[in-house]
């Protein structure tokens, strides 16, 4: 079943800058992991696909519903982590997970316990966000994404500031949604980290959609992530083929 369809979509800045005529589907149970330099548009990708950016040209179907007209429906089977987590610093990590649920219908405050239990949190349950770490409060937006039982995942550089139990955890975690048949959309750097996450892959550069290819069909063809993306993205200098 196809969750996210993209065409053309099109997101401009008051300067110019922004994604150009993006288009890309993923299917549930697939993992599509966008690629680019800094500033290449990912960001604005997903904010565009979870309507936190109206676009200004293109379609858009999430859930095969438009954002347009179903956005309320859209976001409350969707899980996203965009930018800086919207945590309450005031509140504990457990009251954060109860306050937060209340947006979803299907939320029971029972999940709050074996959510926080899976991304490593339960010892820190009673204690405030504000004395959080930089990965403990993303190991916590993570709990968040994972409230309303998410059909869709949209990830933002997730494992930034995590740990390698962390990563780790986040590797799992992110399996065990993907055998539900969650589809995921999710952003990193780290091109060896996206080998391990990803079943497919797309990469921008200026807010252009290069390139987009499955993993295995990578690995096969270039060795690694690193290798085909510095090559679509001609950084090694040679032609692109
Ligand atoms: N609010 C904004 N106003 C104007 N320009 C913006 C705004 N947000 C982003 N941009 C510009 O749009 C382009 C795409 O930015 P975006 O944040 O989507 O990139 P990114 O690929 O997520 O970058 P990074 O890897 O650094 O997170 C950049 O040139 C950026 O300067």
């Known amino acids: 079943m196809t969750i996210v369809r993209i ?48 676009p200004d040209a293109g379609t858009l179907s999430l859930l095969g519903m438009d954002p347009a007209e179903d956005l309320p429906a859209i976001l409350e089977r969707t899980g996203c982590m965009i930018e800086t987590p919207g945590l309450y610093p005031y509140l504990t990590a457990e009251q954060n997970l109860r306050l937060t649920g209340r947006f979803y219908p299907g939320f029971d405050a029972a999940m709050v316990e074996p959510l926080l239990e899976r991304v490593g949190l339960l010892p820190y349950r009673k204690e405030k966000v504000r004395k959080f770490s930089v990965g403990m409060k993303q190991r916590l937006a993570l709990a968040c994404a994972l409230l309303p039982q ?21 590797r799992e975690l992110l399996l065990q949604e993907r055998k539900r048949g969650c589809a995921v959309v999710l952003s990193s750097h780290l091109a060896h980290e996206m080998e391990q996450l990803c079943t497919h892959v797309a990469v921008l550069r200026e807010g252009v959609l290069v390139d987009t290819a499955s993993v295995p069909q990578v690995l096969e063809q270039y060795g690694s992530i690193e290798r085909y993306y510095l090559r679509v993205t001609n950084a090694d200098g040679r032609e692109v083929i």
């Not at 110019?16 to 604005?44: C, H, M, W, Y």
């Not at 998410?150 to 986040?170: C, H, K, R, S």
């Open 7 to 54: 065409e053309n979509l099109t997101k401009k800045y008051a300067n110019r800058r922004g994604i150009d005529q993006l288009s890309f589907e993923v299917e549930a149970g697939q993992v599509l992991g966008l690629l680019g330099p800094n500033g290449s548009g990912k960001t604005t990708a997903m904010k565009a696909m979870t309507g936190l950016l109206a």
């Open 150 to 170: 998410p059909e869709l995942l949209v990830l933002d550089e997730p494992t930034n500031g995590m740990d390698i139990e962390g990563t780790a955890m986040f």
